[in-house]
């Protein structure tokens, strides 16, 4: 399967403690995105990359979110100091980006339950 | 930036069309129509996007207004799998998800 995998599938934490999710994209795709989904809504825009500069983030991520693709692969997103609001499903998405429009493709979603 | 309009939830018959509409009247004139659905327990899907021209593919069509405030999703013949979140969004790469419309799909 050439799908964006994402792992966790599932996490369970304690308020107060650091999580680390990660995301691989499709290969070759250039361009790799974070959502955030909470139960009934639409997902919310976090950050995206382009190889690896960081090149938005929301203003949804607070200090305590920090998102890295060090070598224009693989991503993680770390939410240090958990707060129970932060009980979500953590989407990514990739897309291959030469100039026009291109398609996202999503991952299956971490879904983090914040003690 | 404001989202885009769209009905909670639709009905439909499997086998019949659906139609899904769409309101964006802030739209800009380089903003894409974009829609996505997002199936029970998975993360959301394309389907398709437009800009000016109607637009066809093996999922679905895409009818834009001629002043581009407004677009239809059209299911062709609905079926159980159909049964989704449906998201119409406009803009550029990054996707503001508003909470879409869910699509029912009876048997």
């Known amino acids: 399967d050439t799908g964006v995998s994402q792992n966790p599938r599932h996490k369970i934490t304690k308020r107060g403690q650091n999580v680390t999710f990660r995301c691989d994209p499709i290969s070759e795709h250039n361009r790799l995105y974070w959502y955030r989904q909470t139960l009934g809504q639409g997902p919310e825009f976090l950050t995206y990359f382009q190889n690896e500069a960081q090149l938005e983030k929301s203003r949804l991520l607070s200090d305590r979110f920090s998102a890295e693709r060090p070598k224009g692969s693989f991503s993680t997103l770390e939410i240090q100091r958990t707060e129970q609001g932060d009980s979500a499903m953590y989407l990514c998405?990739?897309?291959?980006?030469?100039?026009?429009?291109?398609?996202?493709?999503f991952g299956p979603g971490t879904r983090l339950t914040v003690l | 930036d404001a989202k885009t309009t769209q009905p909670n939830s639709m009905e439909s018959n499997e086998e019949e069309p659906v139609h899904l509409p769409c309101n964006h009247s802030t739209i800009s004139g380089t903003d894409y129509i974009h829609w996505y659905r997002q199936l029970p327990s998975q993360g959301p899907e394309y389907v398709i996007h437009?800009?000016?021209s109607n637009v066809n593919n093996r999922m679905a069509s895409l009818a834009i207004a001629e002043d581009r405030k407004s677009s239809t999703l059209i299911l062709h013949r609905a079926t159980l799998r159909d049964a989704a979140v449906y998201y119409c969004i406009k803009g550029g790469n990054k996707l503001v998800f508003g909470a879409g419309t869910i699509l029912r799909v009876k048997s």
């Open positions: 437009g800009l000016t």
């Open positions: 998405a990739s897309s291959s980006y030469r100039g026009k429009y291109n398609e996202q493709f």
